[in-house]
């Protein structure tokens, strides 16, 4: 299983980005079978979640420093889910990394991680 997250870059205050994280696999494999979600990490920092969708997409979570301005979604036809950040600030620096839980917790993966530099 692959998790290819995209969508980061560099961007002013204030801007917006739209992150992607698409789930592929040689093997059988059911994306709407797994809660996916949002971590990052800033340099120096540990890994923090950001957000988090059920697998049917009608439950998420999000931390507090998201709330109000980051919206999590999944298209499940399209085994990606998406991040859409507004209002950054350098605070929000950070690789962004996607997540996918089984329903069972039997299985964990991860993506590569996508950059978001936000400038002041």
């Known amino acids: 299983v692959q998790l290819q997250a995209s969508g980061g870059g560099w961007v002013q205050s204030g801007g917006s980005l739209r992150l992607s994280c698409a789930g592929s696999s040689a093997s059988p494999w059911t994306f709407e079978t797994h809660a996916v979600g949002w971590f990052r990490q800033a340099p120096g920092k540990e890994r923090e979640a950001v957000a988090a969708?059920?697998?049917?997409?009608?439950?998420?979570y999000y931390a507090d420093s998201a709330k109000g301005r980051f919206t999590i979604s999944r298209d499940n036809t399209k085994n990606t889910m998406y991040l859409q950040t507004n209002s950054l600030n350098p605070e929000d620096t950070a690789v962004y990394y996607c997540k996918a839980l089984r329903w069972d917790r039997s299985y964990v993966y991860w993506g590569q991680g996508t950059l978001v530099t936000v400038s002041s």
């Open positions: 969708i059920s697998c049917s997409g009608r439950n998420t």
